[in-house]
């Protein structure tokens, strides 16, 4: 993580890169919309890492799939929301115009190499194929750039791993050719979706550092998919929790894991396991992701938590206080808040 200083001296304060707002994506079901994400907004500033966590369910993906126009428009549909990059709304742009900001200004790590990658072709075929599509390049040129790219991950030997296929790399090198691929063509911004999930603790060590290196050298904002409290604690700056299709609580990443004020990212926190205590039996929150139905009127977190009131089963809600730090949350709403019975766990970064 970053002090407000280096932050800064990367350009942090400037122009955000990305501004999104009210963002709405419902899925279709037999039993009526679900609210997958239901009203999130999000900042993005050049040479920031923001980290969105939380279980599986909760709406993590579909923030990005959205803004990359990636969902199924058979089951799945954007209900509202703006999201605003280089002075152009995403949202309103047509197909032909996002193909053109898809790769090129953002770009994504998906969470499986070897399902991104495609099996019939070389490593350097893709990589070139994305220079051929965004930029006016020849073949030489093409090569050359797939060279240095493969270089500047950290791969051996580049000029024998472009006519190798995927097949015959290892987890580690594959999600090394995923994060060239989408360096390719110098995107502002870098999205990774969960890129360490399949991959071994050793590696996914190196392919954090490797993103914390892209990002201070090449000054990209990044915004990482996870469901690891410890990775967010060791590169992001900033962090989204969410919950049931929203944020639940968003600031720097200091200030939350110092003071965690939803009774969800404590819940989060204390089920990380600490080398300084033996336990046989970790904790573990109570329950399940719900499935909801639109509209939402609760507090979606009411069912899974000991500390709910009447008022939680009555009204949502919403993000409140200062700028650095909100939360949603009516027992636990600002810093003065007494500390509950969660256990404060210590994160030990990857």
Known sequence: MNTEKELESRGAERKPVLEVHNLKSYYESRDGEVPAVDGVDLTLYPGEIVGIVGESGCGKSTVVRSLLG????????REAGTALF?????????????????GKGISMIFQNPLSALDPVYT??????????????ITDKEARERAIELLHQVNIPSPELRLNQYPHELSGGMQQRVVIAIALACNPKILIADEPTTALDV??????????????????????????????????????????GGVVVEEGRCEEIFANPRHPYT?????????????????????????????PVNFCRFEKRCS??????????????????????CWVFPDKSSEKTDFEQAKVVAP
């Open 266 to 294: 404590r819940g989060l926190l204390a089920a990380i396991p600490s080398i300084d205590e033996d336990k046989e039996t970790l904790y573990t929150i109570p329950g399940q992701v719900d499935v909801l139905k639109a």
């Open 123 to 136: 490593i350097g075929s893709q990589i070139m194929e994305i220079l051929k599509i965004h930029e006016s």
């Open 70 to 77: 990636l969902m199924d428009p058979v089951t799945s549909r």
């Open 202 to 243: 050793t590696v996914q060590a190196q392919i954090l550092a490797l993103i914390r290196e892209l990002r201070d050298r090449l000054n990209i904002a990044v915004i990482l998919i996870t469901h690891n409290m410890g990775v967010v604690a060791a590169i992001c700056d900033r962090m989204c929790v969410m919950y």
């Open 86 to 102: 280089e002075d152009r709304d995403l949202f309103r742009l047509s197909e032909k115009e996002l193909c053109k900001v898809r």
């Open 307 to 328: 500390h709910a009131c009447s008022k939680c089963r009555e009204e949502e809600p919403q993000l409140r206080g200062e700028s650095d730090h909100l939360s949603r």
